[in-house]
C-alpha cells in the first residue's frame, strides 16, 4: 500500500494544458477513480503516476519517494517505481503464454524461479485462471486476457495499480463480474489502486473515493454517495446520470432547504443546496427520473406538478416518461413494482407528480449572498412543511 502525493501537476501539449495544477492525495490502500468524459485527462493524470509521461511541472510523491519533481529536475521513470499498470486494450505479449505473461515482472524483480512459479499459481488462482497457464494468450477470449493483465499487474505486488479503462472491451454481464474481482483483488492484495473509467455505474460500485475532471482539472473529489446525492455543479449532476437539470431562479432558503422557479413556469420545486443560496441566486434545481414519483390527481403543492405524457420506454422494473408540463419536458422513472398493470402511465395521459425535495438538489450558480434578513422574510412554509 502506498499513498500517492500529487501537487501542482501540469502536462502541456503544446500550448494546450491536457492537466492544469492538478492537487491530489490519495490514501494507502484507497481505491480511487478519475471520471470524466473524453478527452478531460484521465489517462495523461495515470500516466503522469506511472511514470510513462514527463509532467510539464509538478511534483509526484509515492510512499516516501519523491518520484517527479520538475523544480529539482527529478523523474523516476515507470520501471523503477514500483507500480503495476493495466490497460483497456490487455498489452500482454502475444509471443509468451499465460504462465510467462503473468511471471515476467517477477523475472524483471528478480524473484527466484521457485517462488517466482508459486507467485505466478497464485496469481492464476486469484483470477480464476488455474488452469490455462499454458495457453498461448492469443487463444484466450477478452475477459480472459483482461484476467492476465489483471494477474500480471498484481504479480510483483506493487503499492499501487493503476488500471485505464480496464474493462471497456467487455460484454456488460462480464464488466460487473470483472469490476468485482478488481475490488476483491485490490482488498486482497492491499494495494492503492487509481482507476479510470468514464463509467458513473463503474465508478459508483468499485470506489472509495471518486475524482470527477474536466478539460485537466479536478471539478469534485468526494465518496461514491456524495457524487451521486450532492453533486457541486450542473456538469457533475450531469455526469452523475441526473436526467433532470431545470435552470432557475432561488425564491426561498431555510437551513439546508432552497425553493427553485423553473425559468418561463410557474413551477417551484424545493431541494436540498449543495453550497451557500440566498434568494435571488440563479440555480440550477436538479432531480434523478428515479426520484419523481406518480401521486395521486389533484395533489398540489410545491414540488409537484401535472403533464402530459409524451413518451414512454418500458425497461421490464421501470418505464420511463417523458412527461411535458407548462411546456418544461421532464423525465420520470415509474417503478412497475410500485403499479398494477393497468395504472402504468402511457403516453397521451396526463398525471400528476411529485419530486422528492430530499433527493432533489439545488445548486447555486453564482454567490452574492444578501443579509439574512432578506431571505428569511421570504421563506414560505412550504419550503420547510416536512412531507
Ligand atoms: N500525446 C499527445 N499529444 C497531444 N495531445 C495529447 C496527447 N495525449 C493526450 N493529448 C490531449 O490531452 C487531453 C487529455 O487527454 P487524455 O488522453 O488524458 O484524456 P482522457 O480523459 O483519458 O480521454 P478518454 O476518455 O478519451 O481516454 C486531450 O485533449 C488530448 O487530445
Ligand atoms: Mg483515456
Redesign the pocket.
Known amino acids: 500500500m502506498t499513498e500517492v502525493q500529487v501537487s501542482g501537476l501540469t502536462k502541456k501539449?503544446g500550448a494546450?494544458a491536457?492537466l492544469h495544477e492538478l492537487d491530489l492525495t490519495i490514501a494507502s490502500g484507497q481505491f480511487v477513480t478519475l471520471l470524466?468524459?473524453?478527452?478531460?485527462?484521465?489517462?495523461?493524470t495515470l500516466r503522469c503516476l506511472a511514470g510513462l509521461e514527463r509532467p510539464t511541472s509538478g511534483r509526484i510523491a509515492m510512499g516516501d519517494r519523491i518520484v517527479v519533481d520538475t523544480a529539482r529536475r527529478t523523474f523516476v521513470p515507470a520501471d523503477k517505481r514500483r507500480v503495476g499498470m493495466v490497460f483497456q486494450s490487455y498489452a500482454l505479449w502475444p509471443h509468451l503464454n499465460v504462465t510467462d505473461n503473468v511471471a515476467y515482472p517477477l523475472k524483471v524483480a528478480r524473484i527466484p524461479g521457485r517462488e517466482r512459479a508459486q507467485r505466478v499459481q497464485e496469481m492464476l488462482d486469484a483470477v480464476g485462471l488455474s488452469d490455462l497457464g499454458k495457453r498461448p494468450v492469443t487463444a484466450l477470449s477478452g475477459g480472459q486476457q483482461q484476467r492476465v493483465a489483471l494477474a500480471r499487474a498484481l504479480a510483483a505486488r506493487p503499492g499501487i495499480i493503476f488500471y485505464d479503462?480496464p474493462l471497456s472491451n467487455l460484454d456488460s454481464k462480464l464488466r460487473y463480474q470483472m469490476g468485482q474481482q478488481v475490488r476483491a483483488l485490490h482488498n486482497r492484495f492491499e494495494t492503492t489502486s487509481v482507476y479510470?473509467t468514464?463509467d458513473q455505474e463503474e465508478a459508483i460500485t468499485l470506489s472509495d473515493r471518486i475524482i470527477v475532471m474536466n478539460e485537466g482539472v479536478i471539478v469534485q473529489d468526494g465518496t461514491p454517495s456524495t457524487l451521486y446525492d450532492r453533486p457541486n455543479s450542473a456538469y457533475v449532476a450531469d455526469f452523475m446520470g441526473f436526467q433532470n437539470i431545470l435552470p432557475g431562479t432561488v425564491v426561498g432558503v431555510r437551513g439546508k432547504t432552497a425553493e427553485v422557479r423553473v425559468d418561463d413556469t410557474s413551477h417551484v420545486f424545493s431541494g436540498i443546496t449543495t453550497g451557500e443560496a440566498s434568494v435571488g441566486n440563479r440555480a440550477d434545481i436538479a432531480f434523478r427520473a428515479a426520484h419523481a414519483r406518480l401521486c395521486p390527481a389533484g395533489s398540489t403543492g410545491t414540488g409537484k406538478f401535472r403533464g402530459t405524457v409524451e413518451r414512454t420506454t418500458y425497461l421490464g422494473s421501470a418505464v420511463n416518461l417523458l412527461v411535458r408540463s407548462d411546456g418544461l419536458p421532464m423525465r420520470v422513472r415509474a417503478e412497475t413494482a410500485e403499479l398494477s398493470a393497468d395504472a402504468v402511465p402511457a403516453a397521451g395521459e396526463e398525471h400528476t407528480f411529485a419530486v422528492n425535495p430530499d433527493r432533489a438538489v439545488v445548486i447555486v450558480r453564482e454567490g452574492a449572498t444578501p443579509a439574512a434578513d432578506d431571505y428569511l422574510t421570504t421563506m414560505t412554509d412550504a419550503v420547510v412543511a416536512p412531507r
Open positions: 501539449y494546450k491536457a470524466g468524459p473524453s478527452g478531460c485527462g484521465k489517462t495523461t479503462e479510470v468514464h
